[in-house]
């Protein structure tokens, strides 16, 4: 079938409401009330209130269409054809409701009917933990998913430490022999090994068990008065699917944002046939300006700390593939159209803060551009110091100076040092930092001993978390 990405999104929350759920719009990326967590993450962290019971839901069946961002895969945007820091997972969910008799084989059917998805049934793969045979039981007897066609996994056991936890089942999709010589990154790629021909779209946990505080077994976990189902299925990668693209990134939602950033560029061009270098560029610019584009809609701006630090990570590290890519402009805010009309029927809000996300964009970059060639510049003597000692490492000390003086996020110089093969010593630039942090500690030492009137202005004043760039090479003056 040729669906575009706005039709799965669509059929996804349909299929659902057909089984009596309720659609629940899409939230802010920013928790609410939840401290534990930087960003929304999934579909099911919005309704944390729900299966926690301190909320009645307005439905025990709940469906919704999330969009995430996962901090723990930026490292591999762009290298896997698969992790993007902003993702939309789609989601359906029951409250004490439905359970694996009901859940499986509406998987199946949204998946192969040909009035829905219409996917080939050969090309489906499972997962199950092995000591959860009553859901293998159903994948066999309910569904006519192939024989062989389902892997039980040791690794299959949601758990978070503590309360609701389970067993799950994985979704694999078939892409064909020609991804079979493609490496992934990822060691628990099923069943295939470590390559992207099995590629996971869906991730089904029955969460039936209390992890009570004490036990570490989970056979001894007892089983939850209230079960529920939680479901994440990941759009764009089903989109890849649908489109035949090589990875996500050939796809209605990010090719036009590429194809915007082709003319940008000294000449180069997105190959949509092979992996390249300048490919890997390309997919983060795409890919961040996305991630930004949503946080700022939301609400977030670059800061050095917390969810501004990830933006300001994000910025930067575009800007750095953007250099790459030969770029000699200003050109984040010049995405941004072309990425809003990716998306824009489902999340109007982005519409509405067009101008908003391009301001913010364009002074980060413009902050970070003025120490950029420095920055490289000064990074590039580093090597050299290190080779010239025969060391292999970046100290931290320089590290520091690099995130200090010239606004690198730490993160950003390891990849870069990667690249030479090298790495940073990560413990040296965290001493560094602390020094700095104790230093200013004792500076405001005065202020404390003031009283505590001032602590608001002072807390306005020093970022808590992280201290990492004064910028006072960037204005003259501390960000705050
Ligand atoms: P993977 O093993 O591929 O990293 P995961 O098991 O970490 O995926 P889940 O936590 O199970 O992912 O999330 C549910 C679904 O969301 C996945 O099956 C996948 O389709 C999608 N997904 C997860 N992480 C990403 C990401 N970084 N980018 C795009 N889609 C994602
Ligand atoms: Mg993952
Ligand atoms: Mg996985
Ligand atoms: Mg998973």
């Known amino acids: ?35 534990s967590l930087l960003w929304i993450n999934s579909g099911v962290a919005t309704l944390k209130k729900y299966f926690d019971g301190s909320v009645v839901p307005p439905k025990p069946r709940l469906t919704n269409a999330q969009k995430a961002i996962r901090t723990n895969d930026i490292e591999n945007v762009g290298k896997t054809a698969r ?21 499986i084989p509406w998987a199946w059917e949204l998946l192969t009917s040909p009035e829905w998805y219409g996917l080939d049934k050969e090309k489906l793969y499972v997962t199950v933990y092995p000591k959860d045979q009553e859901s293998r039981k159903i ?6 998913l192939p024989d062989g066609h389902i892997y039980e996994v040791e690794d299959n056991f949601w758990d978070i430490g503590e309360g609701p936890s389970g067993p799950d089942s994985e979704i694999f999709y078939d892409r064909g022999e020609a991804f079979q010589d493609i490496p992934s990154d990822d060691p628990e790629m099923y069943p295939g090994g470590e390559n992207e021909r099995y590629l996971e779209i869906w991730n089904i946990v029955f969460s039936q068990f209390n992890h ?7 056979s001894e976990y007892p089983e939850l008065p209230h079960k529920n189902i939680d479901t994440g299925m990941g759009l764009e990668r089903l989109v890849s699917v649908f489109q035949n693209g090589r990875t996500n990134f050939d796809t209605d939602l990010f090719l036009p944002i590429i194809r915007a950033t082709e003319p940008l560029t000294d000449g180069k061009v997105y190959d949509t046939t092979q992996d390249t270098e300048d490919n890997v560029s390309f997919k983060v610019i795409a890919d961040h300006i996305r991630a930004v584009a949503f946080a700022i809609t939301d609400g977030a701006k670059p800061s050095n700390e917390g969810r501004g630090y990830v933006i300001r990570r994000l910025l930067r590290r575009a800007v750095l593939h953007g250099q790459k ?15 809003i009309g990716t998306l824009d029927s489902f999340y109007p809000e982005l519409k509405e803060k067009e101008g908003l996300i391009e301001s913010i964009m364009t002074a980060e970059e413009k902050r970070f551009n003025k120490t950029l060639k420095a920055g490289l510049s000064m990074f590039d003597d580093f090597v050299k110091e290190a080779k010239a000692k ?31 093969g090298m790495t940073v010593d990560m413990d040296g630039f965290k001493q560094a930092l602390q020094e700095q942090k104790d230093r200013a500690r004792a500076a405001r030492g005065d202020q404390h001993a003031m009283g505590v009137q001032n602590a608001a202005l002072t807390d306005l004043k020093v970022p808590s978390t992280y201290v990492g760039w004064s910028e006072t090479s960037v204005d003259g003056a501390k960000i705050v």
């Open 1 to 35: 079938k040729e669906l575009s990405s706005a039709e799965i999104r669509q059929m996804f929350l349909d299929f659902f409401a057909s089984k009596d759920h309720l659609v629940v719009p899409a939230k802010s990326l920013i928790p609410e009330n939840d401290p």
């Open 83 to 103: 992790h993007h820091t902003l993702f939309e997972m789609m989601g359906n969910f029951s409250i004490g409701d439905y359970f694996k008799e009901e859940v």
């Open 139 to 144: 994948w066999e007897e309910k569904t006519d």
């Open 212 to 218: 009570l505080p004490g036990l570490t077994d989970n």
């Open 325 to 339: 890519l030969g770029i000699k402009e200003n050109f984040l805010a010049k995405l941004v159209p072309a990425m």
């Open 390 to 420: 025969g060391s292999t490492e970046i100290s931290g000390q320089d590290a520091f100076k690099l995130s200090d003086t010239y606004g690198f996020p730490v993160e950003l110089t390891a990849e870069q040092a990667e690249e030479v």
